[in-house]
């Protein structure tokens, strides 16, 4: 089934450590995005990637990473995790930019 | 001002009933709108895509008002299954990036 894959699906995590969320497309789109969602502040946009090989930051870029190697993965790190990073984390896709974006399931992360 | 606002609701409305709920944006130069649908602990799905015509999927009608900055989704004879959270989205000023809205949280009830 195509489609956006996720994971780890949850994760504690202790303050300091680094930590990567993996995120994979089969439809070959051009877009990824990640984002972070938080109780009251709806989805944030943490990096973008607008095709295999670029990437840009979004609104709460601070503390995160990734790279686009190739169009399928999307990975996000945090370098050294801290508690105000706790928060459901989605992947998402788009054909090109700016369409209709197809999301994953979200990784809850909880930095302890 | 936010680029793009909802009304959190809660909305309790009955099941059967009619409900609308409107989401205003602050870039006039804003050329795409969606709504997404997001159930408790669940991704955001795409529910419908808002055309400047307006447009219809069944028993929900999207409408746009370029005029007055806003879109609006109205659901008709509303079902158990329609309580979810409503997300608004907006891509601002043309420049390919989607804003999401805070959502508007709807609940059927029997």
């Known amino acids: 089934i195509a489609g956006i894959t996720q994971a780890p699906t949850s994760q504690i995590l202790a303050a300091g450590r680094r930590m990567t969320l993996r995120c994979t497309q089969d439809?070959?789109?051009?877009?990824m995005y990640w984002y972070r969602q938080d109780l009251g502040l709806g989805l944030r946009l943490i990096h973008y990637?607008?095709?295999?090989?670029?990437?840009g930051k979004g609104e709460v870029p601070d503390g995160y990473s990734v790279s686009r190697a190739n169009t399928d993965d999307f990975p996000l790190t945090l370098a050294s995790a801290v508690p105000s990073q706790t928060s459901v984390y989605f992947c998402a896709s788009s054909s090109i930019r700016g369409q209709p974006q197809h999301f994953g399931d979200g990784t809850r992360l909880s930095i302890l | 001002r936010k680029e793009v606002e909802q009304d959190p609701g809660p909305f309790n409305v009955p099941e059967g009933a009619t409900v609308a709920f409107n989401c205003t944006y602050s870039?006039?130069?804003?050329?795409?709108f969606f709504w997404y649908r997001q159930d408790c602990r669940k991704e955001p799905k795409l529910l419908m895509s808002?055309?400047?015509s307006g447009n219809e999927d069944g028993r929900f009608t999207a409408q746009l008002n370029r005029a007055s900055q806003y879109i609006s989704l109205l659901i008709r004879d509303s079902k158990l299954s329609d309580s979810a959270t409503y997300l608004c989205?907006?891509?601002?000023?043309?420049?390919?990036?989607?804003?999401f809205g805070t959502g508007t949280r709807l609940t059927i009830i029997p």
């Open positions: 990637s607008n095709t295999a090989g670029t990437t």
């Open positions: 439809m070959r789109h051009n877009a």
């Open positions: 989205v907006v891509n601002i000023g043309g420049n390919e990036k989607l804003t």
């Open positions: 870039n006039s130069a804003s050329q795409s």
């Open positions: 808002v055309y400047s």
